[in-house]
T-cell receptor
């Protein structure tokens, strides 16, 4: 099973600040997915990146897939309290169909 | 469309009791996943099914855990006998069997074993 290392594990910032979450592996993934989880709920998909070097934007969130498809980053601009939650990256393995390998998660708290 | 439905939402029981968690996947999805989430270990894959067939159960902690998928619209995860260290939030997720497809999660079952 391929492993995904996510950092930082915890992040507490003030409203309006920018932040970046990283997801790294020594293995190649066919795609990387980012999920957000709120208390009492299951993770919900934010975005899927498939092509090496791909950049996707979702309002103030920017997702990038590394050129070698081994790493990904999530950048949030001007964070808001509504961005608070657990962010999880998940890699789809080349040979295992729909199975995903999840990172440990980044717990983000945005203080007003 | 209805999402993944899990029951019960909360379960509190004494150690040694049998616990059964239930999941109804999204209609048309043919992959189903059971996960366990704790603060210490994060989200762990326990077992997953393709077309009702178990494909990989290497994440099942021990023989006390078992999972079944008798048909495309229903799956159970059973713990017998339960132990305090089994306390966690258990999630069921479903997806298309195709690569790179997202997984859709239920709201989880919060299990507390006293």
């Amino acid at each position: 099973t391929q492993l995904l290392e996510q950092s930082p594990q915890f992040l507490s910032i003030q409203e309006g600040e920018n932040l970046t979450v990283y997801c790294n592996s020594s293995s190649v993934f066919s795609s990387l997915q980012w999920y957000r989880q709120e208390p009492g709920e299951g993770p919900v998909l934010l975005v899927t990146v498939v092509t090496g070097g791909e950049v996707k934007k979702l309002k103030r969130l920017t997702f990038q897939f590394g050129d070698a498809r081994k790493d990904s980053s999530l950048h949030i601009t001007a964070a808001q309290p509504g961005d608070t939650g657990l962010y999880l990256c998940a890699g789809a393995e080349e040979t295992s169909g729909s199975r995903l390998t999840f990172g440990e998660g980044t717990q983000l708290t945005v203080n007003p | 469309d209805a999402g993944v439905i899990q029951s019960p939402r909360h379960e509190v029981t004494e150690m040694g009791q049998e616990v059964t968690l239930r999941c109804k996947p999204i209609s048309g999805h043919n992959s189903l996943f059971w996960y366990r989430q704790t603060m210490m270990r994060g989200l762990e894959l326990l077992i997953y099914f393709n077309n009702n067939v178990p494909i990989d159960d290497s994440g099942m902690p021990e023989d006390r855990f078992s999972a079944k998928m008798p048909n495309a619209s229903f799956s159970t995860l059973k713990i017998q006998p339960s132990e305090p260290r089994d306390s966690a939030v258990y999630f069921c997720a479903s997806s298309s069997h195709l690569r790179n497809q997202p997984q859709h999660f239920g709201d989880g079952t919060r299990l507390s074993i006293l």
